[in-house]
């Protein structure tokens, strides 16, 4: 547990006698502790112990609270790192600014990798909360759980449209005003093939991500106006089936087999035809 918490802090710019140092502080459970029993506490040499210390003032991380000798108590986690994150904030602004003359001009046409659970959802906080007029989204509920605070802000926004095609059973979930609008995928909400792993979201019609979370969380994000017209385009088509199932899904079965399967498996690849029998039963042959 030290371990992860020493590297997330590091993360966020702490060496590392200064993590040590700050978990030890907060261990002491309020109680002011000198730099020599801090030193002592947490294996950091002393001569280190008091330069990390002066850092940790400057972070707010650690307060001084008593002279001759002088003592020190921990910040509350939590007001440390708001403090942290408005500082982080300010100077990222600031930056931006200072870099905008570099930017190039020509620059939505990439598609931008992302690695790690951790960015990856960070940046799908992000497009929400930037959203304007238009959240389209693909996903399954499992998934759209991680966002529902965000989706709910979002979704107070005026003129906002949130359009939601859901692998799951329960689309009152996720209304949570007259903006959004939920559609059981195919009107039956299973999910289907390698494919449906897939989180993907439009925001107002000019940036979209979409994820792979089967074996590695990877996505890829643009503002690609190909891309992003192509991802628009496989919402929009599977609103339309989900309508279309909603109001002839027995004739569709009856011609097509249960879940499309007579379409689906003259399509699918061996791997998403193992996938296909394994979700459903249904034979593949």
Wanted: aromatic share 10%.
């Amino acid at each position: 547990m030290d371990n992860d918490v020493i590297d997330h802090l590091k993360f966020l710019g702490f060496t590392e006698y200064e993590a040590r140092i700050y978990l030890e502080t907060l261990r002491a459970d309020g109680s002011p502790k000198t730099a020599y029993e801090i030193s002592k506490l947490s294996g950091v040499p002393r001569s280190n112990t008091y330069n990390a210390l002066e850092v940790l003032m400057r972070k707010g991380a650690v307060l001084p609270v008593t002279e001759g000798p002088a003592s020190y108590i921990a910040a509350a986690p939590r007001d440390m790192l708001n403090s942290i994150a408005a500082q982080t904030s300010v100077v990222c602004d600031r930056v931006a600014d200072c870099l905008k003359n570099f930017t190039p001009r020509v620059q939505n046409q990439y598609v931008w990798v992302l690695n790690g659970e951790d960015i990856i959802e960070a940046k799908i906080e992000q497009l929400l909360s930037s959203s304007k007029e238009s959240i389209w989204i693909k996903a399954s509920d499992t998934v759209l759980r991680k966002h529902t605070i965000a989706l709910k802000r979002a979704a107070k926004k005026k003129n906002m449209r949130i359009m939601i095609v859901l692998f799951g059973k329960d689309k009152a979930e996720f209304e949570f005003n007259r903006n959004c609008q939920v559609y059981i995928h195919e009107n039956d909400g299973t999910r289907m093939g390698k494919a449906d792993n897939l989180f993907t979201i439009v925001v107002d019609f000019q940036e979209m991500i979409t994820v792979n979370g089967d074996r590695q969380y990877i996505a890829a994000h643009t503002k690609s106006k190909t891309i992003v017209t192509m991802a628009l385009s496989l919402i929009r088509h599977d609103y339309y089936m989900a309508e279309i199932f909603q109001k002839f899904g027995d004739q569709i079965s009856q011609e097509f087999g249960q879940y499309l399967a007579k379409l689906r498996l003259k399509v699918y690849t061996k791997e998403q035809t193992e996938s296909f029998h394994e979700i459903t039963g249904l034979p593949t042959s």
